[in-house]
């Protein structure tokens, strides 16, 4: 069973910085593609960033191109999210993921991914 736990969230105020961590309870980490997701109040949840098995890809949304950053450390079963010029915007529940599906090296779509975090909250006030 794969578990996963996120950390490093909390209240931040606009333009500051959070980095979150997301440790992973699995044999061999780099077997697994990595996403991150969001969901805010009221919304549905949405994709922020994905990382391939390996670190070397990396796909963003548009909402948090240039802000935000993956990247993985596979010696520590870890991935993480710099998240820079924080928006109030950018509030949410903030989830990570991990697939197991092959053919591509990152995923954008839930369905595509197999096990999740329980979250961390991050909050930036304006």
């Known amino acids: 069973q794969v578990q996963l736990v996120e950390s490093g969230g909390g209240l931040v105020e606009a333009g500051g910085s959070l980095r979150l961590s997301c440790a992973a309870s699995?044999?061999?980490?780099?077997?697994?593609?990595m996403g991150w997701f969001r969901q805010a109040p009221g919304k549905e949840r949405e994709f922020v960033g994905t990382?391939?098995?390996?670190?070397?890809?990396?796909f963003y949304a548009d909402s948090v191109k240039g802000r935000f950053t993956t990247s993985r450390d596979n010696a520590k079963n870890t991935v993480y999210l710099q998240m820079n010029s924080l928006k109030p915007e950018d509030t949410a529940v903030y989830y990570c993921a991990a697939s197991v599906a092959s053919g591509y090296s990152y995923y954008t779509r839930e369905d595509d991914y197999h096990y999740w975090g329980q979250g961390t909250q991050v909050t930036v006030s304006s």
């Open positions: 699995v044999r061999i980490f780099s077997n697994y593609i």
């Open positions: 990382i391939s098995r390996g670190g070397g890809r990396t």
